[in-house]
């Protein structure tokens, strides 16, 4: 008798977890298939490197400037490289108080990106995977934005895409990116010290909190979608970006 009951009992665990993988793998699908349309949506094409957006249309000026992102892919992250042009340079003036020159004339690209402090910040390889971090990412974390800075980037690569934004649509999005920065004393930032992976980036405290729902990858859409670039729904991880913007023009 305990032995049937055990056995039911491992059938209905056992299809309640199939049950539960295809509904997240129906959820991760309908996330890529739906689009979202990115803010003031423009009719921006995208082959390699975008059209200019056109938000800024009605100003002659702002339309006439443009500033060329770049998307990086990697295995479950995702981050945006912003040019070191002196727009860029000035908004990102905090990074010289934490020690990166990002003034020197060989940086091109400053890239952003947001993620799970624990995660995010003890996990600079593979090989430094540790059980609590991994847990968190699950069951939710504080967060953290970090900051690089690099030198040329093969836009051509497969894991990256380009896009060119009017200088409305890029100050938009980067406006939404420095929000994401928890303020500080003298509405400066606060490093996370001795947690970057190496000299030329840093940890910041960040606003929001980390979970599969609001995850890395999602905040990178979001910036995109304040950009006027569409995106999939919900898309938790980077293939799944790319590809909605594969489906959906990333317009």
């Known amino acids: 008798m305990q ?58 000026a702002a339309a006439a400037t443009t500033h060329r992102i770049l998307l ?7 981050d945006i490289a912003l040019p070191a042009d002196p727009q860029t340079r000035q908004s990102f003036a905090f990074l010289a108080d934490a020690g990166l020159p990002a003034s020197r004339p060989d940086v091109e690209w400053i890239i ?22 991994l847990l968190k990412t699950i069951t939710g974390d504080a967060s953290a ?28 999005m980067v406006t939404a990116m420095l929000a994401g920065f928890t303020p500080g004393p003298d509405a400066g930032t606060v490093e996370i ?17 980390f979970h599969l729902l609001a995850n890395c990858n999602a905040w990178t859409a979001a910036m995109l979608r304040e950009a006027g670039i569409a995106t999939g729904l919900w898309t938790p991880l980077p293939g799944l970006l790319f590809l909605s913007l594969d489906l959906h023009g990333g317009t």
Do not use: C
Request: without cysteine.
């Open 193 to 209: 010290a001795g947690k970057n992976y190496g000299p030329y980036d840093r940890f910041f405290e960040a606003e929001g909190t």
């Open 112 to 133: 952003v990106g947001w993620g799970g402090r624990s995660f995010y910040t003890e996990t600079p390889t593979w090989a430094d995977l540790k059980p609590m971090p």
């Open 72 to 78: 990086l892919k990697g295995p479950i992250h995702s």
């Open 145 to 172: 934005m970090h900051v690089a800075l690099a030198g040329p980037i093969d836009a051509d690569h497969p894991d990256v895409r380009a896009f060119a934004l009017t200088g409305t649509a890029y100050q938009r």
């Open 3 to 60: 032995e049937r009951r055990r056995a039911r009992r491992s059938i209905i665990l056992l299809r309640s977890l199939a049950v539960a993988l295809l509904l997240f793998a129906a959820s991760l699908a309908l996330g890529t298939l739906l689009e979202r349309p990115g803010v003031e949506r423009p009719g921006v094409e995208r082959s390699g490197v975008a059209a200019a957006d056109g938000i800024a249309a009605g100003d002659p």
